[in-house]
């Protein structure tokens, strides 16, 4: 039994089990149960107001649940230090964009996710100056060094940051809807820049936020539903993307087609009616 309990840790990157989180009276979280094993690349998939970002701020320790445990590497938030556990989490999300110091250069961006501080005001170490610029190799930037952030464009950002998140190694990299404002092409770019990242054998376990099915690339192989603030769905891909689960989760007639044995599009059915 204890060989099976720390082969169960081991594999294990993230349990959340029976989560609930209410604030004044309203249950915004209600029996989250979902579980995250190594190997393993997860897309959180659904509405607004369905839960997706207070998940997102429980699993980084920002918000309190009112019920129920969390588990990152078998350690349990609320019995271990939830700061050092945080460290083990990089989180790529607009919040973090729109504080950055438009005259900060990537290299420096980057470096100042091991301090996990934004401006970095410090003077960077030979061995932190080497580490970001293998870093900038690994998300392919290695040319954007000493660009700064005001001239880079948003896919460059967005990269940047998942440099910036990889400088502290993270276990697991949330990215919360990485795409939003790139345009079409800037926006496949970058996705294919994840695929690459996430068949990297070092690559930490990543879980992609997203409203989008045509940004579920192949290298995700778990889909997590919420809808109103419960788990719709939780699987492999092929288990949890249909147009049933698709349809309940958007309260539309929804479509699902597979647009080649990759990558998958959506088509929402509308009703109108004509006005006299």
Known sequence: MVKFLRLRQTKTILEVSNLRISRNGVKILDGVNWRVERGQHWTILGANGSGKTSLLSALAGYLMPTAGEIFLL???????????????????????????????????????????????????????????????????????????????????????????ALMANPKLLILDEPCAGLDPAAREHFLQFLQRLGKNKNAPTLIF?????????????HVLILKDGKVLAAAKKTNVLNSKNLSNTFNSQAKLRQVNKNRFALKIETAHRAIL
């Open 209 to 221: 936020v997203t409203h989008h099915i045509e940004e579920i690339i192949p290298i995700f192989s």
């Open 74 to 164: 078998g350690k349990n938030y609320g019995k271990s230090d939830w700061r050092e556990l945080r460290k083990q989490i990089g989180i790529v999300s607009s919040a973090v964009r729109q504080m950055m110091n438009d005259d900060e250069p990537a290299i420096e961006t980057v470096a100042s996710g091991k301090f996990a501080m934004i401006d970095y005001w410090g003077r960077l170490s030979h061995v932190n100056k080497i580490h970001a610029q293998k870093i900038l190799r690994q998300i392919e930037c290695a040319h954007l060094a000493e660009r700064e952030w005001r001239v880079l464009s948003q896919g460059e950002r967005q990269r940047i940051l998942i440099g910036r």
